[in-house]
């Protein structure tokens, strides 16, 4: 197991990133070692966004100052404990996948000329699209260097998820075109959420000591979790009142994103007075107009589509849970089991 970061040990644990997102760490060795990984992991990741030029070190250390749950490397750091634990390979990987993740949310940003990330002021707003591209592309090439430490086979696994997350960018940029716009959609979530979260799988078993099949399995998990949770985090910005979201409840039926239950609710040949309203609401594109935008809502927390959606969130996860059939019976596993558990009954 890597060495724990020098701490005042008179402090009080902090929470391990992750938790609060459904992953139950009952048993408390496994608690302590996903904590130890963890933070060598964050030391890593200050590290990578060290720069001579001190307007890219203040740049790039700007997402990774700004916290986020850290769901990848948890992930990873998981995954390894299912196998012989953590050790500095696997730091190294789950560092791999964070920076990458970082680096792609600089660019959708700018993409989406988001004005705030992770509550703070976002990297273009603050320094121009230019700089938040470029300091993107800073931090995709500290992930290549770091993950050249790993090995040719950690190198092609890299590189492989980061044509998928581009094709995924293409494919939501350019749209459907002839394609089923449900499967459409389906497919970027698992080209942008789900291939990341599997590298970060597969990365954690690989490097953790586990053998093929049950690496295999783990990332088939990690890609299937990842399209569950985003297609949950589609429902909660319908269902919650609450923001679990992170955002304001309804932003993305504001901004005009064709999340799933909107699909499914334009989709759907229901042909009684809500439905029809609904479908005359949202085929309008954005709904900007309060008024309206309070009573899509409205319509859309009854609709056979919201439930529809919310089969589909179930029936991911359970998919999840049976990829990790293969695996021993360890806390470890359980941990990922109860992930399926909290995304099933996330959105009620």
Not at 17 to 24: C, D, K, R, Y
Not at 125 to 154: H, K, M, Q, T
Not at 221 to 240: C, H, K, N, R
Not at 319 to 331: C, H, M, N, S
């Amino acid at each position: 197991m890597v060495a724990e970061p020098t701490h005042d040990p008179a402090a009080p644990p902090s929470p391990i990133p992750g938790t609060s997102i459904g992953v139950e760490l009952t048993d408390p060795d496994l608690e302590s070692a996903i904590r130890t990984t963890l933070a060598a992991v964050e030391e890593q990741l200050h590290l990578a966004v060290t720069s001579d030029d001190p307007l890219v070190a203040e740049a790039a250390r700007h997402l990774v100052d700004a916290g986020g749950k850290r769901f990848r490397p948890l992930l990873a750091a998981v995954a390894a404990e299912i196998g012989g634990g953590g050790n500095a390979d696997v730091v190294l990987s789950a560092t791999v996948v964070e920076l990458t993740h970082l680096a792609t949310l600089y660019h959708d940003d700018v993409m989406d000329e988001a004005p705030v990330r992770r509550g703070a002021q976002s990297a273009n707003a603050r320094w121009g699209n230019s700089i938040a591209i470029l300091v993107g592309d800073f931090l995709f090439a500290r992930a290549a260097d770091i993950v050249a430490e790993l090995g040719p086979e950690a190198v092609r696994i890299q590189a492989r998820t980061f044509a998928r997350l581009v094709h995924g960018q293409i494919a939501e940029t350019v749209g459907p075109r002839d394609i089923d716009p449900v499967g459409h959609y389906l497919h970027v979530v698992a080209e942008k959420t789900g291939s990341l979260i599997a590298t970060s799988a597969r990365f954690g078993a690989m490097f953790g000591g586990l053998a093929g099949r049950e690496v295999d399995a783990l990332a088939r998990y990690g890609e299937t979790m990842g399209v569950a949770f985003q297609l949950s985090d589609d429902l909660l910005d319908i269902a919650s009142d609450s923001g679990q979201s992170g955002k304001t409840p309804g932003t993305d039926l504001r901004e005009g994103v064709p999340t799933l239950p909107v699909l499914y609710a334009l989709a759907g040949g229901e042909s009684d007075t809500a439905s029809v309203r609904l479908r005359e609401i949202l085929a309008a594109g954005p709904v900007t107009d309060d008024t309206l935008h309070a009573e899509a809502l409205a319509l859309l927390r009854e609709s056979a589509a919201m439930k529809r959606a919310r089969e589909t969130v179930r029936a991911y996860a359970e998919q999840a849970r049976a990829q990790l059939l293969p695996l021993p019976g360890v806390p470890a596993r359980s941990a990922l089991e109860s992930l399926c558990d909290f995304i099933a009954d996330r959105t009620g």
